[in-house]
């Protein structure tokens, strides 16, 4: 069985936790406490260099690291239910919402940023508030002009079944919800977050479903 080292609220574990969810595949969760820095410990360093999560140990015991190449690696090995499209138009513009989220927005506002902001750059409570708000309205309206049925948008990101770009945009508007960002400009945003949620795979891999929150 393979075992995701990862913490609740990280936005890169809830991605992997949904790609597991909807690929239905069993794994132990075993976790590594951000806040307490368990990260920087001696064994998640072996497995992540960068003292980071998730890390994923295979069934073959192989580790892998960074969500996004963990995800595409879960979609190769386990096709069904596909996380990509099969045409090549249509996996670049699913990379590309992905890649908006995970790349644009999320590095800014991680708990390492924060805590840089704050403790080395003297950065007060509102500062940092005012940081974070900012790299997510600039990232979402973006996002939002992207999410159209012209560019192939239907009930989800993409298309009509979930892709790698919801597994993206979920965790990224729930730590938007957690800093009290204004969501109201991004209808399709908030719709398409609303439909994902509704599903078994990404309700059980919330930070607060009960098997996630046992792994605190």
Not at 19 to 37: I, T
Not at 63 to 71: D, N, P
Not at 120 to 128: F, M, N, P, Q, S
């Amino acid at each position: 069985m393979a075992t995701l080292y990862g913490y609740f609220r990280s936005s890169a574990a809830y991605r992997v936790r949904i790609a597991l969810n909807l690929k239905g595949l069993a794994h132990d969760q075993v976790p590594v406490n951000l806040v307490k820095g368990e990260q920087r410990g001696e064994a998640n360093l072996a497995r992540h260099p960068l003292g980071l999560v998730p890390s994923l140990e295979t069934d073959e015991g192989v580790t892998l690291v960074q969500s996004l190449a963990i995800c595409e690696y879960l979609d190769e090995v386990h096709p069904t239910p596909a996380l990509l499209p099969a045409d090549p138009a249509g996996r670049a513009r699913v990379r590309a919402l992905a890649q908006l989220v995970a790349c644009e927005i999320h590095p800014l506002n991680n708990l390492r940023v924060l805590k840089y902001l704050v403790g080395e750059l003297g950065a007060d409570e509102a500062a940092k508030l005012a940081w974070y708000r900012h790299w997510v309205a600039e990232g979402f309206q973006a996002l939002e002009a992207m999410l159209t049925p012209e560019a192939g948008s239907g009930d989800f990101c993409h298309g009509d079944t979930p892709t790698l770009a919801d597994l993206c945009l979920v965790p990224q508007v729930f730590n938007a919800e957690r800093f009290e960002c204004d969501l109201s400009p991004y209808p399709r945003i908030r719709r398409i977050t609303e439909r994902c949620r509704a599903l078994p795979a990404f309700a059980q891999a919330a930070p607060g479903a009960p098997a996630v929150a046992g792994a605190e």
